[in-house]
Nanobody
Framework: QVTLVESGGGSVQPGESLTLSCAAS????????VGWYRQAPGKERELVAT???????NYADFAKGRFTASRDNANYMIYLQMNNLKPEDTAVYYC?????????WGQGTQVTVSS
């Protein structure tokens, strides 16, 4: 069983930054692809970014140039650095691991961007 626990969400103003953290169980690092999704009210969950064990990243178009996903294999942590946040970034952000047989999800952390 893989467990993921997010932290670092909160309320910020447009243009500010926020870093999300995801503490993973040690067996998470048998999984190659981990990353972040988000879900805004009334919308479907969408991919934000993924990162492989080797550190290769992939970003949704809205995240390119503003968000940076990373992982610390030694400490079982996954991060999402978000800069220049916009009101449309308001959502619940979920840590994700693409298991071979099933996906794993954290409980989510709320990010609110508002002036």
């Amino acid at each position: 069983q893989v467990t993921l626990v997010e932290s670092g969400g909160g309320s910020v103003q447009p243009g500010e930054s926020l870093t999300l953290s995801c503490a993973a169980s040690p067996n998470i690092f048998s999984i190659n692809i981990v990353g972040w999704y988000r879900q805004a009210p009334g919308k479907e969950r969408e991919l934000v970014a993924t990162v492989t064990k080797a550190g290769k990243t992939n970003y949704a178009d809205f995240a390119k140039g503003r968000f940076t996903a990373s992982r610390d294999n030694a400490n079982y942590m996954i991060y999402l650095q978000m800069n220049n946040l916009k009101p449309e970034d308001t959502a619940v952000y979920y840590c994700h691991a693409a298991g071979v047989f099933r996906p794993y999800w954290g409980q989510g952390t709320q990010v609110t961007v508002s002036s």
